[in-house]
């Protein structure tokens, strides 16, 4: 018997790890966003580095691109197109200047991430549900609401030009 | 004996999908950098994103801070100083125009991660070890070589200027 409730005990302290750091990438109870039904999958901003971004311009954001484990193998394979399952998630902030590097460089020349700017991305692959916009679900949130529909209808006119990459703009950086 | 067996069986599993997901971030077999006796932590590129950052002038590369799972805890709730047993890898990329955002944009805006630039650095807390370098212990490798000791000698004075925030110059981006 004590072997039984120390096995037990051990399934139940493991099985408890397990659900702790195991990434989630299923849906949300959030609002979904518009024409895609797109959640914010939970836990997204602990799913691994995919590759990172500087948008000069208007939108002048230090950005992270993260993938859940379909899309962190895919990318890294090289695999197109992406799998049925696939979300890729983009995250922007700021562009700030570093003040200690400075002192450290003494001249102004890192930049890093501030606030959060400019919502938070996704592109779900779904090749049946989403075969109108080349099997990706697209969604922006803006501090955690879904942004209209009228910029979710600009979200594959402009991935169309990457459709040589299943329209998608990154790649991993090894 | 049945519910022994079974028991026993699903600790094996699940150890097995812990070992499986779980991130590496003991020593590796690697050489180990000068003065610290750092070696490269296998797994880093699977560790979860702290922030990221642009480095212009001579530089010139895009970056991401990576942590392991101590690291990121600590980063994630601001603790300072970082306890021991935290480990910083600091990735970096040529800072590659994407051409595709040519044609997205009509003008030429985003910079994107190229090929690996100036190496990878970790940052390794071990407040007894390294208390002379205010519990750090720094390396960095050129594809997997250590830098020489001048280089290394190089590291502390510099995150001196970081002194306020446990030389560590990255903030999480939440």
Redesign the interface.
Known sequence: MR??AF??L??AA??G??AY??PASGQADGEAAPIFGVKIPPGY??W??I???????N?ND???I?GNDVAIKAARAGTLPYPDGTIIAR?A?S?DP?E??E???G?L?????G??KNGVQFMVKDSKKYAATGGWGFAHFNDGTPADEAVHNTCFP??E??KARDFV???Y??
């Open positions: 072997w039984i096995a037990l051990a399934v493991l099985a790890v397990v750091i195991a901003r602990d691994r580095l590759s990172v971004a500087h948008e000069e311009g939108l230090l950005r992270a993260l995250l902030w562009y570093l200690e590097s002192k450290a460089f001249r020349q890192s930049f890093v991430a606030p959060p402009c991935h030009v990457a703009f990154n790649r950086a090894p």
